[in-house]
């Protein structure tokens, strides 16, 4: 299966590199452990300030496997695997994060990015939110975090059309920070990175604790409200026909499934 996440340390920043380019970075159990794995890692390495986040080949992140969605891992360890432990850990990491959207960012590859400190995207990167789509809905405390961040119309339209969105409208609408040419965007991911590297990791630490301490406990509140969601969702009528969908490799068509 090789090395899902790629790391590499230098200069006090730890570089994670989703690594399933076939599947177009794509999540599954395997990848959100190896993640989680080595988030962990650096949140306890004294020696480390600061993570930047990007993927290999043409996607960033491509979202949920979906054929793991379809048909859900069963572990039988006792311990918690996925996507739980994961957002979990996200959404409180200790140290400034930093994305890198090399490509394509969907689902989890969209919604993650909220959480992380500062959002550099290629040029010819583009983001979509396909959660109406597959019959579920907003996921990761992004139902309070996108209108937090970007205002209730942009994260409306983002949530309920689907759409893709640029580089140049997601700087715009503050869901990112910076765009830059492709061939460029490791370059300055990893210059940013060193120069806040460079500042005392107490103090950034401390730091990164006062601003979520103004947020966390409303995410939280919100992903509990997305969970429950999930539930209701996840297996229903829509969510059976985007799978069959998607495995049948046709469009969807939900125009005749119940509204609730």
Same mark, same amino acid.
């Given at each position: 299966?090789? /090395? +899902? $996440? %790629?790391?590499? @340390?230098?200069? =006090?920043? !730890? ?10 970075? &794509? ?89 992380? /400190? +500062? $959002? %550099?995207?290629? @040029?010819?990167? =583009?983001? !979509? ?10 996921? &990761? ?98 969510? =059976? ?20």
């Amino acid at each position: 299966m090789g /090395d +899902l $996440v %790629l790391i590499k @340390d230098s200069n =006090r920043v !730890r570089l994670l590199t989703l690594n399933r380019p076939e599947a177009l970075n &794509a999540c599954n159990d395997d990848v959100y452990d190896a993640l989680t794995a080595a988030l962990r890692e650096a949140a306890a390495d004294p020696d480390l300030a600061v993570v930047v986040l990007t993927g290999q080949g043409r996607a960033f992140c491509a979202g949920q496997d979906l054929a793991e969605l379809g048909t859900p891992r069963v572990h039988e360890d006792g311990q918690r695997h996925g996507f739980p432990p994961f957002i979990e850990l996200v959404e409180a990491f200790p140290k400034p994060l930093i994305a890198a959207v090399n490509g394509i960012g969907i689902g989890i590859g969209l919604t993650i990015l909220p959480h992380c /400190d +500062l $959002v %550099l995207m290629a @040029d010819d990167a =583009r983001l !979509r939110a396909p959660f109406v789509t597959l019959g579920v809905t907003a996921e &990761a405390g992004s139902s309070f975090l996108l209108p937090a961040m970007i205002g209730w119309g942009n994260a409306a339209h983002l949530l309920y059309t689907a759409s893709w969105i640029d580089a140049a409208k997601a700087v715009e609408i503050g869901l990112a920070w910076k765009a830059v040419p492709n061939g460029q965007l490791m370059d300055e991911a990893m210059a940013l990175a060193r120069e806040i590297a460079q500042m005392p990791i107490a103090s950034l630490v401390t730091t990164k604790q006062i601003l979520l301490a103004g947020r966390l406990d409303a995410v939280r509140q919100a992903r509990q409200r997305e969970n429950d969601a999930f539930a209701r969702l996840v297996g229903a009528p829509a969510n =059976r026909e985007a799978i069959a969908a998607f495995q049948e490799k046709r469009p969807a068509d939900f125009t005749n499934l119940p509204a609730a």
